[in-house]
């Protein structure tokens, strides 16, 4: 029915109106909370382009653990930054490393779920997410690394680890690892459709994570190439992934949107650092926070991973 008979403006009224016939709302359950754990630090330290985040030391998580539960986040995911690194990555999947701590240490402290990133680049002093075979990353080397991580965090009390290495075939490698070693009860939150994003870049920055040389393009995706996200989420649910993740969120509601409707797996997103960033840079204000978290929400995100995930408080 055309105007005047029709006019659009009687759906926005008031704002009892506008809360009576609005469609996605945001809850604090939708949240998972990153957290960077660094070894060697007896006080939290700020992260300079990343106003409000911190890298915490083990023994000071507790602070930061009795805020999620305050903000009543179900999850945390957990970023290691070691003191030393090699060439293997050691230090990721030793068994006294510090996410292994860190994993320990909240289990003890919380009953809050403890998500763990698998993947090498923290703990490289190349920087790249899996081993070299000279400067290509060998992909299969690497999958018995991420292996022996994902079973160490389940050692440690993790209740998911989470890939992110975008090694082919990580899936499957760490779910037969987990099961094989007696952890069929873990699950995998795979980071599926991964683009190389200059999103990244403050993460890396904070986490000490950047390649030495060149870029993660040849494992990471090509942010022209949707297509291939898909075929990535579909060979990661097929592989045994619990929960599929799309990286960054808001240059990918095409891509939230379309595995939504296509697959029936839980789907997170994560609004990623540079994200963060740039919505916290003082240009604009809380209200764009909101809106960026919503559209993903919208788009169809199930879980959404945010840095905001305390603030949400003051948000909702
Ligand atoms: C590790 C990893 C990265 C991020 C999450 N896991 C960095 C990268 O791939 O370079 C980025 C998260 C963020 O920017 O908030 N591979």
């Keep these: 029915m055309p105007f005047p008979k029709t006019r659009m403006r009687r759906l926005r009224s008031s704002e009892r109106i506008r809360d009576l016939v609005s469609e996605v709302s945001l809850s604090e359950k939708d949240f998972i909370y990153p957290i960077f754990v660094k070894e060697g630090i007896s006080k939290k330290e700020p992260i300079a382009r990343m106003p409000g985040q911190f890298r915490y030391p083990v023994d000071g998580l507790e602070e930061v653990i009795k805020r999620c539960e305050d903000a009543g986040i179900p999850g945390v995911l957990l970023f290691g930054i070691p003191k030393d690194k090699d060439a293997a990555g050691s230090e990721a999947y030793k068994r006294e490393g510090v996410v292994q701590g860190a994993i320990k240490k909240i289990k003890e402290l919380s009953d809050i ?139 990918c509601l095409d891509i939230i949107r379309r595995a939504k409707e296509k697959y029936n797996v839980p789907l997170a997103a994560y609004q990623v650092s540079g994200e963060y960033a740039l919505l916290r840079s003082g240009i604009l204000d809380k209200e764009a ?22 603030e949400l408080g003051e948000l909702l």
């Design 113 to 251: 779920a403890v998500f763990s990133d698998v993947c090498l680049c923290q703990y490289t002093d190349h920087g790249h997410c899996g081993v070299l075979d000279r400067d290509i990353v060998d992909n299969d080397r690497t999958l018995d690394l991420l292996k022996k991580t994902a079973v160490s965090h389940a050692r440690s009390g993790a209740d998911y680890v989470a890939p992110s290495a975008m090694m082919d075939g990580q899936v499957a490698a760490i779910r037969e690892a987990l099961d094989k070693e007696g952890f069929g009860d873990i699950g995998i939150m795979s980071y599926s459709a991964k683009f190389a994003s200059a999103f990244y870049s403050p993460f890396r920055e904070a986490a000490g994570s950047a390649p030495q040389f060149g870029d993660r393009k040849s494992y990471q995706m090509d942010y022209r190439s949707p297509t291939q996200a898909l075929r990535e989420i579909e060979l990661d649910i097929n592989a045994g992934a619990d929960i599929v993740l799309v990286k960054p969120a808001l240059p």
């Design 289 to 310: 926070l909101h809106e960026s978290l919503t559209a993903i929400k919208r788009a169809g995100a199930d879980i959404i991973i945010s840095y905001a995930a305390l």
